[in-house]
């Protein structure tokens, strides 16, 4: 198994396998949105930490090469956690497969980012994948048949969150010179810092009510936070980009199939076909931001 992971996509799709378990992971502990990105920090730490120390055994374990990387992580954590709490509430009020594709909208942002930001000069193939990505979209969103005022407001909160996300994207991109590990250590552990104060004020319902709750809790932490990024980090960086783009769409077709498995949320031949244009949208915005 460890043999097999070595290979870069077997592990990117691993990746993406991992986090497209997150929601439903997060909608199985029935925590509130704020206390479940805690719980998924916290649960992280402790294998990312020995990550860590089986890796960094002969220079300093938690320390980045440049002081202003510190507060890079930490913009970066903000944006992160405001991702993943957007993330959630979404998932309370619209189906997994929207909230999911509609968030993994995010490289469409980045890439409009250097446009405007950075004065990139992008060529009308960019603009063709945001709007195949946005057709697909809303033809998903109001093919259903629950498509009412709750759905609208999950799939609005879904897609501000993926404007943090891509924030979150953006900030990441700036800190190549550090190890991944060590960002993987300190975004994790200021979205921990971060999500507790936003817990209090958000739920009252600070801690897991059963076993199985806290079971999931762990399997969000564990599995999608750590095993995923991790995964991803690896693979990523060592194979060409579309390979890497398409993988990466393992996330949000893992959540659509397992959200229809455990919450019944089936998707019809049209939704199906919907998802499939967005996805594709998504892969191409993938491939041609990420070439300038």
């Known amino acids: 198994m460890f043999t097999l992971l070595r290979n870069p996509f077997v592990s990117l799709l691993m990746g993406g396998f991992f986090i497209g378990l997150a929601p439903i992971f997060f909608r199985l502990s029935e925590m509130p949105p704020s206390w479940a990105v805690f719980y998924r920090m916290l649960f992280a730490l402790p294998f990312i930490s020995i990550l860590c120390l089986m890796t960094f055994k002969n220079i300093p374990l938690f320390k980045l090469k440049n002081p202003n990387s510190y507060l890079v992580c930490l913009i970066a954590s903000i944006a992160f956690t405001s991702d993943l709490i957007g993330w959630h509430w979404g998932l309370d009020l619209t189906s ?43 033809g998903l969103v109001t093919s259903f048949e629950t498509f009412n005022f709750d759905s609208i407001a999950g799939d609005i909160i879904s897609f501000i969150a993926s404007l943090f996300y891509a924030l979150y994207l953006v900030c990441l991109s700036r800190l190549g010179g550090e190890h991944p590990f060590k960002v993987i250590f300190f975004t994790t552990l200021f979205c921990c810092l971060l999500s507790f104060p936003i817990g209090i004020f958000d739920s009252s319902k600070v801690l897991p009510a059963t076993k199985n709750e806290l079971i999931f809790l762990v399997c969000l932490g564990g599995i999608s936070q750590f095993l995923g990024q991790t995964l991803i980090t690896y693979g990523m960086p060592r194979i060409n980009l579309s390979l890497g783009s398409m993988g990466l769409l393992m996330q949000p077709i893992t959540a659509t199939i397992f959200g229809a498995l455990f919450f019944s949320e089936y998707l019809d031949l049209l939704q199906i076909t919907f998802a499939a244009i967005a996805l594709w949208g998504i892969y191409l915005v993938r491939v041609v931001a990420q070439k300038k």
């Not at 968030?103 to 446009?115: E, F, H, M, S």
Request: hydrophobic content about 60%; overall charge positive; charged content about 5%.
């Open 96 to 138: 997994i497969s929207n909230a999911t594709i509609i968030v993994n909208t995010a490289p469409i942002w980045v890439g409009l980012y250097g446009l405007i930001f950075l004065k990139e000069a992008w060529k009308f193939s960019f603009w063709i994948p945001v709007m195949l990505t946005y057709f697909g979209i809303i």
